[in-house]
């Protein structure tokens, strides 16, 4: 009970008042649909561009493809109890609307969006909780600037839907719930014309102009920490900026200027965030296959003539590193070589619902290829399976006495937390060194500080972990990329086989190593067996020494 007690304490202390009243007012308050007419529409006067496509989750007229799971409308229905929620909200946001090769399934979307209308009564069932309805508005209209035409019973459900959002915004949530709310308020203030679509059009500019620079931090990262996170707001913002070219002289141009200047930073940070696979570093909640791309992404803003700069690009004999410092990333660099560091808090103090407990993890690529990963995200809720992905044992960083480095608990919440601290960073010759410690086992008896040390220089990246007071157990993980094969080859000593043939020596210089099973899941849905290197300390040491070299590939009849 007094575990519980400080769960929660340690929890709700860290909270905004209106997350507290907010929440009671959601709970309490039972507005009624308004069902008057839609008002007048307003035509686009301005050019839409493409917008960013995801892949297509509509696989026949009646077959959904959510989450890496398949489900028919017919045997389901909208609010079947049978999926998890996730899945249900998917049913309802409408994103195959505006995803790759869209315009050959409309008449499969206009069925579609006529069952909605049939089966979906104003204000009840899942769909009409604020999080889908928001994207749902926004992904009608988009359809509608796309070139395609919605009956008058849909354009008076949209109306009907904004107004139902108005009375249930999410401003207990905040975050990307809220930002998102905000967005269809202003897509749907857009589309119609007149007296109430101005009203809605002004409240979310308002909450945008509030939220714009609280999550989205002046180095251009999201305030979450999760690079799918990340890249679902920056495509709202793009959305945006792509609304008031289509509809002109709606938004003041300084706002828009605004939005452009943010968005550039954004498109910065997630490019940087990228792995050379072109696919996203799993931090904190993070799955691929959610968002859309980082390419697709950065394509789009190219085409709202937007600048996209690249990462820096490394030769042989040199590291580039490069630094966001305000949402606590390092990208370190080298010809054949990619690290993402973690030196971040895990989020916002008010709103760590997507953090996990990944302090001071990293992930490597090696000739173009994952190796070292963090385990990644396969659901969400609040079961087992969700708790173990967010717990520090399924991250590339180090354990201590069998807890995690911050008290994540739940499905979304987090109690006492770790907080980065004495980062240094460090290039003598070419070698780089990034050294950083966080407090987040302080509340443990012993008082322990964790360090950890990266040294990267072309051929080699040495790992060193150091402990301050004492404790009973350390152990400090290496999860491996479900293609990687790895064995071992003498005590300490071990090789990688990456699946392009490349052959990776793996020394363990101070501690003792073995491997292990561990999990690693690069979308929801799906999780992974696979191999983790675990290594303990011996006279409260441990380093590890990953090296290649560009002529690493093994000729031999396995290959």
Request: proline content about 5%.
């Amino acid at each position: 009970m007094f575990k519980t007690l400080g769960l929660y304490w340690h929890t709700l202390r860290y909270l905004k008042p209106v997350q507290i009243y907010g929440r009671l007012w959601f709970m309490l308050r039972r507005p009624r649909p308004d069902l008057s007419p839609a008002p007048a529409l307003r035509l686009p006067a301005g050019q839409w561009v493409a917008c960013a496509a995801r892949t297509q989750s509509l696989t026949s007229a009646d077959t959904f493809f959510f989450l890496n799971q398949a489900g028919s409308l017919t045997g389901l229905g909208w609010d079947a109890p049978a999926v998890e929620k996730l899945w249900r909200y998917n049913q309802h946001y409408f994103d195959d609307l505006n995803a790759e090769g869209a315009v050959h399934r409309t008449d499969w979307h206009l069925a579609l969006i006529q069952n909605w209308l049939q089966h979906n009564p104003a204000g009840q069932g899942s769909g009409w909780e604020p999080y889908p309805t928001s994207l749902r508005i926004v992904n009608w209209v988009k359809w509608t600037l796309a070139g395609n035409t919605l009956s008058d019973q849909a354009l008076h459900s949209l109306a009907v839907q904004t107004r139902w959002l108005t009375k249930r915004l999410e401003r207990h949530l905040l975050g990307n719930h809220y930002f998102a709310n905000a967005k269809a308020l202003v897509f749907a203030g857009l589309m119609f014309e007149g007296a109430e679509a101005q009203a809605w059009r002004k409240k979310g500019l308002a909450i945008i102009e509030q939220e714009l620079p609280e999550q989205v931090l002046p180095d251009g990262g999201n305030f979450e920490r999760s690079p799918m996170y990340h890249s679902i707001f920056f495509e709202d913002l793009l959305d945006l900026i792509n609304a008031a070219r289509a509809w002109p002289a709606q938004i003041a141009i300084d706002t828009i200027s605004q939005w452009r200047g943010v968005a550039e930073g954004m498109a910065e940070w997630l490019l940087g965030m990228t792995h050379p696979d072109g696919q996203i570093g799993l931090f904190n909640d993070a799955a691929i296959g959610i968002a859309p791309t980082p390419a697709v992404l950065a394509g789009y803003a190219r085409r709202l003539e937007l600048s996209v700069l690249e990462p820096l690009s490394s030769k042989a004999e040199q590291v580039v590193m490069q630094q966001w410092p305000d949402s606590g990333y390092i990208r370190l660099a080298t010809e054949n070589a990619v690290a993402l560091l973690d030196v971040a808090p895990i989020g916002p103090d008010y709103l760590p619902s997507h953090a996990n407990a990944d302090t001071l993890s990293f992930e490597l690529s090696l000739f173009g290829q994952r190796v070292i990963v963090n385990g990644g995200t396969s659901r969400y809720g609040s079961g087992p399976e969700r708790l173990r992905e967010r717990q520090t044992a399924a991250h590339s960083t180090l354990e201590i006495d069998g807890q995690s480095s911050s008290e994540v608990w739940g499905g979304f919440r987090v109690a006492r937390r770790a907080y980065p601290c004495d980062l240094h960073l460090d290039k003598q010759m070419n070698v780089v060194t990034v050294a950083c410690s966080h407090d987040g086992y302080r509340r443990l008896p012993g008082k322990p500080v964790h360090r950890r040390w990266w040294h990267l220089k072309p051929g080699s990246l040495t790992v060193e972990d150091q402990i301050a007071g004492a404790c009973n157990q350390v152990v400090a993980r290496y999860i491996f990329q479900t293609s990687v094969r790895i064995e071992l080859v003498s005590e300490n000593q071990f090789e990688m086989t990456l699946a392009n043939g490349h052959a990776i020596k793996l020394l363990v210089l101070a501690g003792r190593g073995r491997l292990a099973r561990a999990n690693c899941s690069m979308g929801f849905g799906l999780s992974t067996e696979t191999q983790c290197l675990e290594v303990y300390p011996v006279n409260n040491a441990l380093s590890v020494v990953l090296s290649w070299h560009q002529d690493s590939i093994l000729n031999n009849s396995n290959q």
